[in-house]
């Protein structure tokens, strides 16, 4: 069975923190993506990344980094949190290819006070 | 710029009884076409997707949707609603810039009433 998983599925932080958000992967997929889900706003793209050390910005990229060593994980950055970035974070996976389905993670919900 | 309109934010239906959803998109050649599902709590996980062929696919629980090019549509369908089917439901194709991106709707969330 395909499997995303994330470190956490809760986290509190402090404004100022530097927090890590882990996402591994077990399909071998090339493609790995980080969203941001609000309400009423939907899915939006933080960073995708297509290969090992490549990475890509996508809607959302400020305040965030990313960081992809190997290929089944991927990890978000938030360098110093900021209460604005309190959200649901989603990991996803794919194969490289048009219309590839994307496999999510269960979430984190991150509070930053 | 290319979008996915889901014109539904939040819908309730009796259970047992039909349910549709809609979507509308702006894609310039013939789209992928995907319907995500989220439980509460959950990630997404994918109902149904659309890539060539017969314009109405099946899906996992019971659920299905109709490409309709002339309309822009790809709209979900469910005969009968569950309980269990109470999520959120999110619309979405294919990026023009990357292959490998998906844009994806506002979300359309879905209450059952007894």
């Known amino acids: 069975d395909v499997k995303v998983t994330q470190s956490s599925r809760y986290l509190v932080k402090r404004t100022g923190e530097k927090v890590f958000l882990e996402c591994v992967q077990d399909?071998?997929?090339?493609?790995m993506f980080w969203y941001r889900q609000d309400p009423g706003l939907g899915l939006r793209l933080i960073y995708f990344?297509?290969?090992?050390?490549?990475?890509e910005k996508g809607d959302i990229p400020e305040g965030y980094s990313v960081s992809r060593e190997k290929k089944e994980r991927f990890s978000l950055i938030l360098e110093s949190a900021s209460t604005n970035q309190t959200s649901m974070y989603l990991c996803?996976?794919?194969?490289?290819?048009?219309?590839?389905?994307?496999?999510f993670g269960p979430g984190t919900r991150l509070l930053v006070l | 710029a290319q979008s996915v309109t889901q014109p539904d934010i939040h819908i309730t239906v009796s259970e047992g009884a039909s349910l549709e959803l809609r979507c509308n998109y702006s894609?310039?050649?013939?789209?992928?076409l995907f319907w995500y599902v989220q439980s509460p709590g959950q990630g997404l996980q994918l109902l149904l997707k659309?890539?060539?062929?017969?314009?109405l696919v099946q899906g996992i629980k019971g659920f299905e949707a109709e490409f309709k090019r002339s309309q822009s549509s790809f709209n979900l369908r469910k005969p009968s609603v569950h309980w269990s089917d109470a999520a959120e439901y999110f619309c979405?194709?294919?990026?023009?810039?990357?292959?490998?991106?998906?844009?994806f709707g506002s979300g359309t969330r879905l209450s059952i009433r007894p």
């Open positions: 894609y310039g050649a013939t789209p992928y």
């Open positions: 979405a194709v294919p990026s023009y810039s990357s292959a490998s991106k998906i844009i």
């Open positions: 996803a996976s794919s194969l490289a290819r048009r219309g590839g389905t994307q496999y």
């Open positions: 990344s297509y290969d090992v050390k490549m990475k």
């Open positions: 399909m071998d997929h090339e493609n």
């Open positions: 659309y890539f060539s062929g017969d314009t």
